[in-house]
């Protein structure tokens, strides 16, 4: 059977899409949409006979307007606010259908959710409804901690706090107090750019709070089932639980970039440029901070589980796991930080089945579903697909899966699932040190997949870090010092060895890359195969040589 057939009758066809509504409006000053400094415009509701539902924080300061796809514009008033959540009630003389309602409460997790919104100014700038579709993800709570997560310029995106859906449809600058729907069509809560530090997750705040703190009457109850794969992912719960580490020396975040001190509004025009990246690159690494909160693991047996070094900073080398309202101490056994890998032991029977893994791992294209919990124990799914296997970071032969489904801090350590509810891998080398040039959320997530995992407790569990891992390539080590890449050590067995390199010698260039270019020559390194030969080109005093070395793997 054809491969791709295969993967659609497994993870089931997507599901038709919803018709861009007719009810939802731009909310916005009189100007234009946002001007590369400042959010675009929000979106708003229509409840009908001029009334219209949104959010606070799609409000523009001084006089709002609303506007209908197509382009009718009108001046709006507030006619309502909410007392626990940021609802408002607008009026103006535009009259619409009224939206149709329903509370989000029977959903299940892995319900599919659309936003329909403003997106970058799209019912403003083009009078077209923006759509994206996802799945509801988790239900969480945002608490007002006094620390709310900030956009670009530094503005805080959303005084919100309370009650949320997460989903990992799309909520950008302008979804804020747009329509987030079912399956169905009904719109079971208001889009919000409110955000747990944490998470990053689009959120929802739900139709029923939105509703009550209104006086306004309760919507029907919401229809529709999970998705296939998200449903088997979400069957894996009891496999996939949190640990909290003691860190004794903090969580471990690197020095941060110093905050601008001055808005990109508040500079001269040529100087908003320079200002917005400063911006930019602050909250960058704001969003690659750690943090303390408790990370998943997966359970392997009755008294070991597994997840990510990654989760060990702070120096963290103990902790606790809540297993039914009971903490379980659990201790690190022994690591492979080559795979990100630790194996930890509990004190006491987990009571928690062993996660089952799959052989051969997920191929590119392949419907996959991450599965995390987060602070509290929320389970949390978010769906994508196998982007692309074999992804080599380094000249070892460990191979990752790059995955498009969104992944955070409650990802790290949890799995990678397929759909057949199997595990296929787990979320790895999600931080802010090394060479991780995407963040959390972003669509680019690496995996370690099921076959290195089961590799690695084999030798873990023997309580022996494991230090080496094969690599093929010359079998040099090199001591670099700016552009020069003098060879340290040559392995025994290797090509280097058999072709007559020795310590000491500087390499010039690798298969015709400079051998000062770490990166140019790691990849040209990672094209070959063992057997194949490349040319390098060395000085040795004041000669210079060239010589043909082959290709083998070699144990570091």
């Known amino acids: 059977m054809d491969r791709l057939l295969l993967i659609l009758i497994l993870a089931g066809a997507p599901a038709a899409a919803v018709d861009a509504p007719p009810w939802v409006v731009a909310v916005t000053a009189s100007g234009a949409a946002g001007d590369g400094y400042r959010p675009c415009g929000g979106a708003a509701i229509s409840l009908g006979g001029g009334r219209f539902l949104t959010l606070a924080e799609a409000l523009p300061e001084g006089p709002a307007w609303v506007i209908a796809p197509g382009g009718a514009r009108r001046l709006a008033t507030v006619a309502a606010t909410g ?8 009026t103006a003389p535009l009259v619409l259908p009224a939206a149709p309602l329903a509370d989000p409460a029977p959903l299940p997790l892995g319900a599919v959710l659309w936003t329909a919104g403003n997106s970058f100014g799209s019912l403003e700038l083009d009078g077209q409804v923006a759509l994206s579709r996802g799945i509801l993800s988790a239900r969480d709570r945002i608490v007002d901690d006094g620390a709310p997560v900030r956009g670009r310029g530094g503005q805080r995106l959303s005084a919100y706090a309370g009650p949320v859906l997460e989903t990992d449809a799309a909520v950008n600058d302008g979804n804020q107090g747009g329509a987030v729907l079912d399956d169905d069509g009904s719109v079971v809560g ?56 003691d860190r004794p020396n903090g969580p471990g975040n690197p020095e941060a970039v110093p905050r601008p001190t001055r808005r990109p509004d508040e500079v001269p025009a040529y100087e908003r440029e320079r200002m917005q990246r400063h911006w930019d690159l602050y909250y960058h690494q704001q969003q690659l901070f750690r943090t303390d909160q408790p990370v998943p693991a997966l359970v392997t047996g009755p008294r070991e589980l597994v997840t990510a070094v990654s989760a060990l ?51 590119p294209g392949e419907p996959v579903a991450v599965v995390g919990r987060h602070g509290d124990g929320v389970l949390s799914v978010t769906t994508g697909i196998v982007s692309t296997a074999g992804r080599r970071l380094s000249q070892d032969v460990i191979g990752l899966l790059q995955i498009d489904a969104l992944a955070n801090y409650g990802s790290l350590g949890g799995a990678v699932v397929d759909a057949r509810g199997l595990v296929v891998g787990m979320p790895i080398l999600l931080g802010p040190e090394g060479d991780r040039p995407w963040g959390i959320n972003s669509g680019v997530a690496l995996a370690v997949d099921g076959a290195t995992i089961a590799d690695a407790l084999a030798t873990l569990r023997s309580g022996k870090d494991r230090t080496t891992t094969p690599f093929t390539g010359l079998g040099v080590q090199l001591e670099r010092e700016g552009a020069i890449a003098r060879v ?25 890359a400079p051998a000062g270019d770490h990166r140019a020559t790691t990849r040209r390194l990672l094209r070959a195969a063992p057997g194949d030969r490349v040319e390098v080109e060395l000085r040795r005093g004041g000669a210079l040589l060239r010589v043909a070395v082959v290709i083998r793997q070699v144990e570091s």
Do not use: C, N, Y
Request: proline letters at 9%.
């Open 83 to 90: 007392a626990r959540t940021t609802a408002v009630v607008l």
């Open 190 to 245: 208001l889009a919000t750019l409110a955000r747990s530090r944490e998470r990053r997750m689009g959120t929802v705040v739900p139709m029923a709070a939105l509703l009550a703190d209104l006086g306004l009457p309760p919507a029907p109850p919401a229809r529709g089932g999970a998705e296939p794969l998200a449903a088997s992912a979400a069957a894996l719960a009891s496999s996939v639980v949190l640990v909290q580490f």
């Open 488 to 512: 340290e050590r040559v392995f025994p067995g290797s090509g280097a060895a058999e072709a007559g390199i020795r310590p000491g010698d500087v390499l010039v260039r690798i298969d015709g």
């Open 313 to 363: 900073h702070g120096d963290a080398k103990r902790g606790r796991v809540l297993i039914d309202g009971r903490p379980v101490a659990v201790t690190v056994r022994a690591r492979w930080a080559a795979a990100d890998l630790v194996l930890l032991v509990a004190d006491g029977d987990l009571g928690r089945p062993p996660a089952p893994r799959a052989a051969p791992a997920a191929g």
